[in-house]
Every structure is written in structure tokens, then in C-alpha cells.
């Protein structure tokens, strides 16, 4: 038994670090990259409305549903479910994912910003904190 326990261990071990050193965005770098977005966008405790919609809980949250916040009839006809997937497709260059979107962010045409980016806003919940 003790063998298949320390195989079981090390492999559980091994795919932990596999999986953080993988990870696809670092939250630190992150939000270093979004105070290009501040000036339109909030996230964490407290979090408002400004120029442009807060973006707590936004993993899984359906497009144009942020209440108090007036959206393009472009971004509610859209279809879209944030996702790390559809949230970088979309800041890569917004215009050209949503034509007729209102927001004017020229994008982060840079993966690794996008990436950096999702992983910051990813870990704030709905309330506003940290999962």
C-alpha cells in the first residue's frame, strides 16, 4: 500500500505545480496592466459604475447585465458569457469583436497583457472580493 500512496502523492504533487506553473496569467501583473482600464472601469470592494460598467464576478457572467449600467443595444445583442476565452478575444480589440460596442479602449493587442489581465479580474467574486 505505502508505494501506491507516494505515487499517488507525488503524482497529486507534480500536477499542483504543473498547473501554477502553467497558469495562463499572473493577477499581480495584472493589475498593473489594468490601470490602463481604470479610468472607465472598477473592480474589487467597492466597486462602481463609471464610465464604464464594474467588473466584479465577471467569470461566467452574461454580457450587458451589470444593473445601473446603460449598454449598447451592440453588446446586449451580443450573445456573450465572459470567459477567459471571450474576455480576451474581446479586449484584444473590442470594436472588431462587437461592432458598434460604446467602448472605446483601443485593446491589449499583447496576449500575455489579456492573459494578466483575466487572471486579476477572475479572482474578484460578484461582492467584490477576493475568491
Given at each position: 500500500?505505502?508505494?501506491?500512496?507516494?505515487?499517488?502523492?507525488?503524482?497529486?504533487?507534480?500536477?499542483?505545480?504543473?498547473?501554477?506553473?502553467?497558469?495562463?496569467?499572473?493577477?499581480?501583473?495584472?493589475?498593473?496592466?489594468?490601470?490602463?482600464?481604470?479610468?472607465?472601469?472598477?473592480?474589487?470592494?467597492?466597486?462602481?459604475?463609471?464610465?464604464?460598467?464594474?467588473?466584479?464576478?465577471?467569470?461566467?457572467?452574461?454580457?450587458?447585465?451589470?444593473?445601473?449600467?446603460?449598454?449598447?443595444?451592440?453588446?446586449?445583442?451580443a450573445g456573450?458569457?465572459?470567459?477567459?476565452?471571450?474576455?480576451?478575444?474581446?479586449?484584444?480589440?473590442?470594436?472588431?469583436?462587437?461592432?458598434?460596442t460604446?467602448?472605446?479602449?483601443?485593446?491589449?493587442?499583447?496576449?500575455?497583457?489579456?492573459?494578466?489581465?483575466?487572471?486579476?479580474l477572475?479572482?474578484?467574486?460578484?461582492?467584490?472580493?477576493?475568491?
Amino acid at each position: 500500500m505505502k508505494p501506491i500512496s507516494l505515487t499517488l502523492a507525488a503524482s497529486v504533487a507534480f500536477a499542483a505545480l504543473a498547473g501554477s506553473a502553467f497558469a495562463a496569467g499572473d493577477p499581480a501583473a495584472g493589475e498593473k496592466v489594468f490601470a490602463k482600464c481604470k479610468a472607465c472601469h472598477q473592480a474589487g470592494e467597492g466597486a462602481k459604475n463609471m464610465v464604464g460598467p464594474e467588473l466584479n464576478g465577471l467569470d461566467g457572467r452574461k454580457a450587458a447585465s451589470v444593473e445601473g449600467y446603460n449598454y449598447s443595444d451592440a453588446l446586449k445583442s451580443a450573445g456573450i458569457a465572459w470567459g477567459e476565452a471571450s474576455f480576451k478575444e474581446f479586449v484584444k480589440n473590442p470594436k472588431v469583436k462587437v461592432a458598434g460596442t460604446k467602448m472605446v479602449f483601443q485593446g491589449l493587442p499583447a496576449d500575455k497583457d489579456a492573459d494578466d489581465v483575466w487572471a486579476y479580474l477572475a479572482q474578484f467574486g460578484a461582492d467584490g472580493k477576493k475568491k
